[in-house]
C-alpha cells in the first residue's frame, strides 16, 4: 500500500470500506492473548471444581394414563377433529390439578408416615433440613415439605398421547422412588375421590336416614310391646290386618320417596351451586325447561301409574298379578321412553350454545332436575293413596283402633328401614364401583445410577463459556476502545499518514533509554528502516523551491513518543549527509538531554536572554554530521519566549548554517508552544501512539496545527505493532521480520512500509 506523501493530501478524502476479514479477528484476538487465556482458564476451573463437588441427583419416574370421563352422545365433542384439542386441555388442566397445593400437602403428610414406617433416616433427603448455618440436621414440617416438592417434582405430558410423567429428582435413589409413588397414589385417589363424589354424598345421606329410621322403628316396636304389656294381645280381623298391611305398605314406600326426593335435591344443589359459579344463567334456565308443562304431563302419567300398580298388587282378588304388573310396565316404561327423548331434545337445544366445560355439569343438572319433578309428584300421588286408606283405617273399631296404629306404624317403619338399607347397600356398592380415570402405568424404580450432574457437560459448558466471555470481553473491549491502532484508523479522518514506526524493543524496561536512538544504535534494524521510510516521504512532501529545512515535531498528548522520533529522524538525515540540528524546544519538560547524555545547560533559553553565545550551545553528537541544542534553563513564560523577535532571528540563522533543523516541541493540546512554533517552521509532524492516543485527540491536535499555520504535512503513527493490524498491514511484518541472504535492497524495503 502505497501513500500520497504530497501536502495536497491533507484535504484529500479517503474512504477505505471499514470492514474485517476473519484474519483481522484473529489478530484481535491474538492482541489479547493473556486476559483470553486467564477468562478461559478460570471459567473452566470453575466448572471442573463445581463438577467434582456438585451431589449426585437421582431421578425416578411414574407414568399415568389420564383418560377423559365419558359423559353421554350429547356431550361429546360437535365436531372430531376438536376432540384432541379438548383432550389436551383436560390433561393439562389435571396437571395444573397435580401441581396444587393440596396434592404435594398430602404428598407432604404421606412422605413423613413413610419415614415413621420406614425408621431409616439416612434413606431421605429433601424432609430435613440441611441449612449450612447450622450444623444440625432437623425434621422440616409438613408445610415446608410440601413447599420444597414444587422444585423437585416435574409433570409433564408426553406428546400426542395420554400418558402424564411424574420425575422427581432426589440425592437419595431411594427418596425420589418413593415421593414420585406416593405422588401418584395420592393424585388417583384424589381424581377417584372427585368421581365419586356426588355417589358418596348420597351414600352419607341414606346411611343417616337408615340410622334414624333404624331407631325410629326401635322406638316403635317398644311402643307396641308397651301396649300389650299393659292391654294384652287384641286379636284384629283378616280384613283389618289387611288393611294395616297395605297402609302401612303405601307409607314405607311413600316415605321412601320422600326420602330420595330430599337425596336428589340435595345433589342438585350440590351442582347448581357448581354450575352458579361458571354461569348462573343456565342453572335458572335449566329449572324452568325441568317445569315444562310437556314434561309434566309424562311425569303425572307416570306417577299414576306407579300408584296404580301398587294398588293393584295390594289387592288380594285372584286375578293374574303379573300379567297386570307387566302391563303397568309396558305403559310405565313406553311413557318413561318419551319422557327421555324430550329430555334429549332439551339436552341438543343447551349443548348447541354451552363451552365444553360445563356440557357434563349442564347433562347432569337437567336429569336430577326432572328426577327430583318426578319424585315429587310420586309423592303427591302417594300421598294421595295414604290418604284414602287412612279413611278406611279410622272406621275400625274404637277399641282396636289405638293398637291398630301402634301395629301400623310399626309395620312402617319396618318395611321404610328395609327399603332404605337395600338402597344404602346399592349405594355402597355404587360408590366402590365407579372407576376412577387415572391409572398407573409404570411405578416409579429405585434408579441405580444419577442423573445428574453430567460432570463432563459441565466442563464442556464451562470451557465454551468461559471462551465465549473471553471472546466477548476482547470485542467489547474493542468496540469501546477509541484509541488509534492502524493506519487506516488516521485516514478515516482524511488525515495524512506519513509512516508508522514499529515497537522499539528494549525502550521503557526497567527504565532503560539506552536504543531510544535507534537509528545510531541498530541502524539494520526494523525501527531504523522505517524512520528512513519518514526520512524520504519527509522530503518529498514538498518539492520545488521550498524544499523544507524546519520541521517541528509535536504529539496531541504527552508520552506519545514525540522526542523518540524527532531524535530519529534527524540521525536519519545526518547519516544522509546532511547537516542537522535537533532542538529540544520542548520548554516544560525537555528530554533532549537525556538522549545524548549530556547537561541541560546551556540551552536555548540562555541564548535567547543573551547568556550565552551561539557557539556554547551547539553541541555535537556522536553521529557525524548531527548536532543538538538542549533547552537550557526553563522560563516561567515558555510560549513568550518561542513567540518572540530573537526567537524568529534565531530560527532564520539555524537555516543558513544547517540544511535540515528539527524541533522537539511540546504537546499541541497541553500548551500552546506548539501552535506558536507551527506557524514559524516549514513543516509540522504530528505523533501518535498506537493503542494509546485516542482518536478525537489526534483530530483535535490536528485541528489546532491547521488553524494558524499550512506547515502540517502529515503523522506518524507510533509503537505500531505490524501482527495488531488489518487487512494488508500484516503482510509488511512479513517483509521486515523475514531472513535474508545478504543485505536486501533498502529502497524495496522503503517502497513498502
Same mark, same amino acid.
Given at each position: ?26 489478530? *484481535? ?44 352422545? &350429547? ?100 427418596? /425420589? ?16 375421590? %372427585?368421581?365419586?363424589? =356426588? &355417589? ?7 346411611? #343417616? ?7 325410629? *322403628? ?45 337425596? +336428589? ?12 359459579? #361458571? ?47 307387566? @302391563?303397568?310396565?309396558? =305403559? ?49 300421588? &302417594?300421598?294421595?293413596?295414604? +290418604?284414602?286408606?287412612?279413611? #278406611? ?71 465454551? *463459556? ?14 469501546? @476502545? ?33 536504543? $531510544? ?90 541564548? *535567547?536572554? @543573551? #547568556? ?20 537550557? +534553563? ?7 519566549? &518561542? $513567540? ?14 544547517? @540544511? ?14 506548539? $501552535? ?14 498506537? $493503542? ?8 483535535? /491536535? ?6 494558524? /499555520?499550512?506547515?502540517? %504535512? ?40
Amino acid at each position: 500500500m502505497e501513500f500520497n506523501n504530497n501536502n495536497n493530501n491533507n484535504g484529500h478524502s479517503i474512504n477505505p470500506e471499514n470492514t474485517r476479514t476473519l484474519k483481522d479477528y484473529i489478530n *484481535l484476538v491474538r492482541n489479547n492473548l493473556i486476559p483470553v487465556l486467564i477468562i478461559a482458564i478460570t471459567a473452566t476451573a470453575v466448572s471442573i471444581i463445581y463438577a467434582i463437588s456438585a451431589k449426585n441427583i437421582y431421578q425416578s419416574t411414574t407414568s399415568l394414563k389420564i383418560s377423559k370421563p365419558q359423559g353421554s352422545l &350429547l356431550s361429546s365433542a360437535i365436531m372430531p377433529d376438536l376432540g384432541s384439542f379438548t383432550d389436551d386441555r383436560f390433561i393439562s388442566t389435571e396437571i395444573e390439578v397435580m401441581k396444587s397445593y393440596s396434592i404435594r400437602y398430602n404428598v407432604a403428610e404421606a412422605l413423613l408416615d413413610s419415614l415413621k414406617a420406614v425408621n431409616v433416616p439416612d434413606k431421605f433427603y429433601i424432609i430435613f433440613n440441611h441449612s449450612l448455618s447450622s450444623n444440625k440436621i432437623s425434621l422440616l414440617s409438613t408445610r415446608e415439605i410440601a413447599k420444597g416438592l414444587k422444585s423437585i417434582v416435574k409433570i409433564e405430558q408426553k406428546r400426542g398421547i395420554d400418558i402424564v410423567d411424574i420425575s422427581v429428582e432426589s440425592p437419595s435413589a431411594f427418596e /425420589a422412588a418413593m415421593i414420585a409413588n406416593i405422588y401418584a397414589n395420592e393424585y388417583r385417589e384424589f381424581n377417584l375421590e %372427585i368421581n365419586r363424589d =356426588q &355417589l358418596t354424598v348420597v351414600r352419607k345421606f341414606l346411611a #343417616q336416614q337408615v340410622n334414624d329410621k333404624q331407631a325410629e *322403628l326401635q322406638n316403635t316396636e317398644n311402643l307396641l310391646s308397651a301396649f300389650q304389656a299393659k292391654n294384652g294381645i287384641i286379636a284384629l280381623d283378616a280384613q283389618s290386618q289387611a288393611l294395616i298391611t297395605q297402609l302401612a305398605n303405601f307409607e314405607a314406600q311413600r316415605d321412601d320417596v320422600v326420602i330420595s326426593l330430599a337425596g +336428589t335435591n340435595k345433589v342438585l344443589k350440590q351442582l347448581k351451586d357448581e354450575l352458579n359459579q #361458571q354461569d348462573p344463567k343456565i342453572a335458572a334456565y335449566l329449572e324452568s325447561v325441568a317445569q315444562q308443562s310437556s314434561l309434566q304431563a309424562i311425569q303425572d302419567g307416570i306417577a299414576k301409574l306407579e300408584v296404580n300398580k301398587e294398588i293393584a298388587l295390594a289387592n288380594n282378588s285372584n286375578i293374574d298379578k303379573s300379567v297386570v304388573v307387566k @302391563d303397568y310396565d309396558n =305403559q310405565i316404561n313406553a311413557l318413561k321412553s318419551q319422557l327421555k327423548q324430550k329430555v334429549s331434545i332439551v339436552k341438543q337445544g343447551i349443548f348447541a350454545s354451552s363451552p365444553d366445560e360445563i356440557k357434563d355439569l349442564t347433562s347432569k343438572i337437567l336429569d336430577a332436575e326432572v328426577q327430583s319433578r318426578s319424585l315429587s309428584i310420586q309423592v303427591d300421588e &302417594l300421598n294421595k293413596l295414604v +290418604t284414602k286408606y287412612e279413611s #278406611q283405617f279410622n272406621k275400625l273399631p274404637v277399641t282396636a283402633i289405638e293398637y291398630a296404629s301402634l301395629e301400623r306404624n310399626r309395620e312402617a317403619a319396618e318395611k321404610l328401614y328395609a327399603l332404605l338399607e337395600e338402597k344404602y347397600q346399592e349405594a355402597v356398592i355404587n360408590e366402590q364401583s365407579q372407576p376412577g380415570n387415572v391409572f398407573i402405568v409404570d411405578k416409579g424404580i429405585i434408579p441405580t445410577t444419577p442423573a445428574k450432574p453430567n460432570r463432563i457437560l459441565i466442563v464442556l459448558i464451562g470451557l465454551v *463459556l468461559g471462551l465465549g466471555l473471553s471472546f466477548g470481553y476482547v470485542f467489547v473491549k474493542d468496540y469501546f @476502545d477509541n484509541t488509534i491502532k492502524t493506519p487506516e484508523d488516521i485516514q478515516n479522518r482524511n488525515i495524512n499518514v506519513l509512516a508508522w514506526i514499529p515497537q522499539i524493543e528494549g525502550i521503557g524496561t526497567n527504565g532503560n533509554k539506552e536504543f $531510544e536512538f535507534i537509528v545510531a544504535k541498530k541502524p539494520d534494524s526494523i525501527p531504523s528502516e522505517a524512520f528512513r521510510a519518514l526520512r524520504t516521504r519527509i522530503q518529498y512532501s514538498k518539492i520545488g523551491n521550498d524544499a523544507l529545512k524546519t520541521i517541528l515535531v509535536t504529539s496531541s498528548v504527552p508520552q506519545e513518543g514525540k522526542t523518540t522520533v524527532s531524535v530519529n529522524i534527524a540521525g536519519t538525515f545526518a547519516q544522509s549527509n546532511k547537516k542537522t540540528l535537533i532542538i529540544d524546544t520542548d520548554l516544560r519538560k525537555p528530554r533532549l538531554h537525556s538522549i545524548f547524555k549530556a547537561q541541560r545547560y546551556p540551552g536555548i533559553i540562555d541564548y *535567547l536572554f @543573551d #547568556q550565552v553565545k551561539l557557539e556554547d550551545i551547539i553541541r555535537q553528537s556522536e553521529v557525524n554530521n548531527l548536532s543538538f541544542i538542549t533547552a537550557g +534553563t526553563i522560563p516561567p513564560n515558555p510560549s513568550e519566549m &518561542l $513567540e518572540s523577535k530573537p526567537m524568529q532571528d534565531f530560527l532564520s540563522e539555524m537555516r543558513k548554517r544547517f @540544511d535540515i533543523v528539527i524541533l522537539d516541541s511540546a504537546p499541541i493540546i497541553a500548551v500552546t508552544d506548539s $501552535e506558536i512554533l507551527a506557524t514559524l517552521v516549514d513543516a509540522t509532524i504530528l505523533v501518535v501512539s498506537a $493503542e494509546k492516543t485516542e482518536i478525537d485527540l489526534m483530530v483535535k /491536535a490536528s485541528e489546532l496545527i491547521k488553524k494558524g /499555520a499550512s506547515s502540517f %504535512i502529515g503523522t506518524v503513527l507510533n509503537n505500531f505493532t505490524y501482527k495488531s493490524g488489518y487487512g494488508s498491514y500484516y503482510k509488511y511484518y512479513y517483509y521486515y521480520t523475514s531472513p535474508t541472504n545478504g543485505k536486501k535492497s533498502r529502497s524495496s524495503t522503503k517502497a513498502k512500509v
